[in-house]
C-alpha cells in the first residue's frame, strides 16, 4: 500500500528530497522548512505520512514495543518503495536523491540511506534530533556509506533525546568513515532557524558533488548544576543512586540568582557524595506542583526517590547544609 504523502517542487527541481516526520506530526510537518532548506527550488520533496495513529498525528513505529522492531523495518521498505515510485514517476535519479527526518523520522533516514539494499544508495542523509538506529533486521552497507555524506543535528536542551544521544550516532558513523557533518544547537526537541540554514547550505555542497566531512567538536563540559526536565527527572532524580540536591529557580527571580553560586560551590565541594541539578519551574511547572514549590529558592534534599528535606531562600552554603541534613563541610 502506497503511503500517503504531499509533494511539494516544481518542474524546475533537479532531484528529489524525503523528509520524514517525527512522532505525533504529519506529512505537513516538515513543509515548512521547505522555504529555508529549499529557497532555491532544487528539490521535488516527498513528505509522507507514518502508517500508525499516534494523536495529534501520526508514527512510524511504536516506540517501546515488543513491535517496534519490525514495524520500523516496514516503514523503511514502505519509504524505499516510495522513493523509487516518484522518482520514476518524474523521471528524477535516485542515486542523487536526499533522505531527511527528524526524531523518528530521523532514525528512519539514517537507516534508509545507509542500510544493505539491492536499490541504489541516495546522495545524502539528513538526520535532526535523532539516534542511531540499531536493531534486529538492520544490516549497514558501511562500505558504500563511506560515500555517503550525513548531516547529524541535535539541541543541547533535548530533553526527549539527550543531545548524547546525537553524538553518538555521529561517533558511530565517523568510526566507520561515513562523511559526517555534526552541529549542535541551544534548542529543545525542535528545529531551530540556525539548523536550517545549515542544513541549507550543507545540502548545496552535496549538490554541487561534494561530501561535506567535519571533525566531531569536543562535547562542552558537564555544568556544575545539570539542568533537569520532566522527561529526565525519573532517571536524573528518583532513579539516582546519589542523594540529589535540587534546586528550584526560576530566571526572573533575584534570590535564586544570589543563591545559585552557593549550590554551584556546594555541588564542587559535594562531587562524588551528592548530584547536584537544577529545575526552571517557569519551564516545568508539573515538577513544581508536584513537590508544592510555592516559594522559590527552595532547595530539596532527594534520597531513594522521596523529598527528604527542603530549605527555602538565599542562605549561607553552611546553613544550607545543615539545614538539608548535610554534614556541614568547613
Not at 114 to 124: C, D, Q, V, W
Amino acid at each position: 500500500m502506497t503511503l500517503i504523502h504531499n509533494i511539494v517542487g516544481t518542474p524546475q527541481a533537479q532531484r528529489v528530497m524525503l523528509l520524514i516526520h517525527g512522532l505525533g506530526a504529519s506529512e505537513n510537518d516538515l513543509g515548512g522548512l521547505l522555504p529555508y532548506l529549499d529557497p532555491e527550488g532544487r528539490f521535488l520533496t516527498i513528505l509522507p505520512r507514518g502508517p500508525i495513529a499516534a494523536p495529534p498525528g501520526f508514527a512510524w513505529y511504536e516506540m517501546g514495543s515488543e513491535r517496534g522492531g519490525a514495524q520500523f523495518v516496514d516503514a523503511l521498505d514502505q519509504l524505499d518503495e516510495l522513493v523509487d515510485t516518484v522518482c520514476a514517476e518524474h523521471d528524477k535519479p535516485r542515486s542523487e536523491a536526499i533522505v531527511g527526518g527528524f526524531s523518528q523520522g530521523g532514525a528512519l533516514a539514517v537507516a534508509l540511506g545507509l542500510r544493505r539494499s539491492e536499490r541504489e544508495h541516495p546522495a545524502g542523509v539528513i538526520a535532526m534530533s535523532t539516534m542511531f538506529p540499531d536493531m534486529e533486521g538492520l544490516d549497514y552497507d558501511w562500505d558504500a556509506a563511506r560515500d555517503i555524506p550525513v548531516l547529524v543535528q541535535h539541541g543541547t536542551e533535548d530533553s526527549l533525546i539527550p543531545v548524547e544521544r546525537g553524538r553518538t550516532l555521529a561517533s558511530t558513523l565517523i568510526e566507520h568513515e561515513v562523511p559526517v557533518v555534526y552541529g549542535e544547537y541551544p534548542m529543545e526537541h525542535q528545529v531551530a532557524l540556525e539548523s536550517v540554514q545549515q542544513a541549507h547550505g550543507w545540502l548545496l555542497e552535496v549538490s554541487a558533488g561534494e561530501k561535506p566531512n567535519e571533525p566531531l567538536p569536543e562535547a562542552p563540559p558537564e555544568p556544575l548544576v545539570k539542568p533537569v526536565r520532566t522527561a529526565q527527572w525519573e532517571a536524573e532524580v528518583l532513579r539516582s543512586e546519589l542523594p540529589v540536591i535540587v534546586d528550584f529557580w526560576a530566571p526572573w527571580c533575584q534570590p535564586c540568582r544570589m543563591v545559585s553560586p552557593i549550590v554551584e560551590q556546594i555541588a564542587a565541594m559535594r562531587e562524588g557524595a551528592y548530584k547536584v541539578v537544577k529545575v526552571n519551574i517557569d519551564e516545568e511547572p508539573q515538577l513544581a506542583q508536584q513537590y508544592e514549590v510555592q516559594s522559590i529558592p527552595m532547595i530539596g534534599l532527594f534520597r531513594n526517590g522521596r523529598l527528604e528535606r527542603s530549605v527555602l531562600g538565599a542562605k549561607p552554603r553552611q546553613q544550607l547544609e545543615a539545614e538539608l541534613g548535610m554534614l556541614v563541610i568547613p
